[in-house]
Every structure is written in C-alpha cells, then in structure tokens.
C-alpha cells in the first residue's frame, strides 16, 4: 500500500477541506496499522476523494489565492532547490565592495549535463535565519554580489541559472544609502549584454525591482503558482485603496499570475507543479525546474554569442507589447 504523506503543520484558509480530508485518511491509516483492522476500501476511497479535492481547489484558485500558495511557509525555496537539483554546488561570498548579502545566494555546480552559476534570493525558514536574509529582501550589496558572480560566469564559459523569490530588495535607509536602486539598474544593463546564456526561474515570489535585479535573460519561466508583478497586491491597495484592505482585487487587477503573464508575453515557460503545488511535494517541483533548464540549456548553447545578446535585445525590446494589443 502506498505511504500517505502527513497533513501540513500549516494550511491556508481555502485548504481548510483538504487539511481535514488528509487528517481523517492518516488517522484511519494509523488506525489500520495499529489495531490490525482492515480498513483498505475506506482508504482507497478517501484517498481519491482527497486528489479529486486537490485537483478541484488548484484548477480554481484566484490571483489571490496563488499570491498565498507562493507565500506558504513549506514551499520550496532556493536552497532547497540547490540541494536537489545542483551537484558539486560550491558556493561563493561576497561584493568585494561591502559585504556578504545572506539574501542572495551564489555559487557554481550541474544542473544536468551543464556548469553552471547559480543566482538566487533565499527567504530563510526559521525566525533566525529568516532576519539573516532579510526575509528574502536583498541589499544593495546583494545584487552587487549577484553580478559580480554572473561576470565571472561571463569570463569562463558558464551559463547563469537565477532564482527569483523575492517580495522585493530591501527598502531600509542603509539600503538607500548605499544605493539600491543603483545596483539594481546596473544589473538590468549588465545582464542585457552578458555573453553567456541565462535561465530566470520565478520560484515564489517576484516582487518588483527586487526581482528584475537578476531577472534579465534569454528564458523566464515561472512555477505554476508563483506570482510576479511591479508591486504587492498589499502595496497596490495601498496606492489605489488607501489600504490592504483590497488585496484581493488588486491581485486580479496586476494579473500576476503565471497563466496570465504567458498569454501576455512577459515569460516564456509555465513549469507545472505537483498536485497540491510545490509544498506538497517539492522533489517534483525540482524535478520539473531541472528538466526544464537542462533543455533550454541545450538550445541557448548552440547559438553563437554574439546572437544570443542580440536575440535577448530584442527580446527585452518586445517585452510588454502583446499586452498593448491585446
């Protein structure tokens, strides 16, 4: 009999029915194991009530409802993605300027077959680890980091694999001071003239500039229930509503979802989750994003550079127009 996975410590208030449906299975799995009773029948029949449940509450979920998926506290965030799907992963520190930014995370590895520099913010799980990295919002020394590990990529030959989870860069006075807008814009320029292919992955969430500023490249692909946007929906409601209030409606107003972002042209790829999305199961979210940048890896190697940067030009060039005819 197939292993039934333990309920989530925390659910979100739509998953309030799946929660009950998987505690209900487990209790009479344990049940089943411990009195010795058989109780196969009732458990075959919760366990396809509760993927028909999953399937039902996934395929419906609202642009707000997909902003707190991205958010769940179990999901799958850049270091966990690294310990699945990058061998020999070693990672490197520093600016060369300020700092170590805990938030952003750089290194070299394989993904497949493919050398690669990895680029990614990291929220942090516990309280502590979380401070550290600021909660997932970078510094300016951050994305100084960032680029300064993608021109090394640059000068031997690596590809430049970015993971973008981030509700955005930090917005602190010692941010400010030390110039985190300017960081940011320096990235977007230099990542547009970059000689070497470069995969973004949305993983969670892509918040405003904190995002772009390792977002540029040849392929965006997002996770199905990743969000990216200008702004939060809390700060668009705040803006337009005086208030959080309306976050919901904001969320469908910024169409920030990946289905969204596809059918206006922002990203390139939807990379679909498990069933329950990426907490539930974060082996196959992993399985995906690696199969995926194995692939695109292959295709972005076989052009010549100097095409490559013209092609990402005129990419970036076009970003957004489908979205003016539509």
Not at 229 to 250: R, T
Request: proline fraction near 5%.
């Amino acid at each position: 009999m197939a292993k039934t996975p333990s309920p989530p410590a925390f659910s979100l208030e739509f998953e309030k029915p799946i929660l009950q449906l998987e505690k209900e299975l487990a209790n009479l799995v344990n049940l089943q194991e411990t009195k010795d009773v058989d109780y196969a029948a009732e458990i075959n029949g919760l366990r396809t009530h509760l993927t028909a449940l999953l399937k039902k509450t996934y395929q419906n979920l609202s642009a707000w409802e997909t902003v707190q998926v991205a958010r769940h506290p179990a999901r799958p965030q850049t270091r966990d993605y690294i310990d699945m799907i990058v061998k020999d992963f070693d990672e490197v520190h520093g600016d060369r300027t300020y700092g170590d930014d805990k938030t952003m995370v750089t290194g070299m590895g394989r993904i497949g077959g493919h050398k690669v520099m990895v680029v990614g913010h990291h929220k942090g799980r516990d309280t502590r680890e979380k401070i550290a990295c600021n909660f997932g919002c970078a510094h300016p020394e951050g994305y100084r980091k960032a680029l300064a590990k993608m021109q090394f990529a640059e000068k031997f030959g690596l590809p430049v694999v970015t993971f973008i989870d981030t509700p955005g860069a930090y917005p602190g006075i010692g941010s400010e001071e030390r110039g985190v807008a300017e960081a940011i814009a320096v990235n977007l320029r230099e990542m547009a003239r970059l000689k070497t292919p470069i995969v973004c992955l949305v993983i969670g969430e892509g918040g405003s500039g904190g995002a772009l500023g390792i977002g540029v490249g040849d392929r965006l692909a997002m996770l199905q229930y990743a969000w990216y946007s200008v702004i939060s929906p809390e700060g668009c409601s705040g803006i337009l509503w005086k208030g959080g209030a309306n976050a919901a409606d904001a969320a469908e107003a910024l169409k920030l979802t990946s289905k969204s972002l596809k059918e206006l042209g922002v990203i390139d790829e939807i990379l679909e989750e498990p069933l329950g999305a990426a907490h539930r199961n974060p082996r196959a979210a992993g399985d995906s994003i690696e199969k995926y940048v194995d692939k695109t890896l292959r295709e972005l190697k076989r052009l010549p550079l100097d095409k490559l940067v013209d092609e990402r030009y005129e990419k970036l060039r076009k970003l957004g127009t489908d979205a003016v005819t539509a």
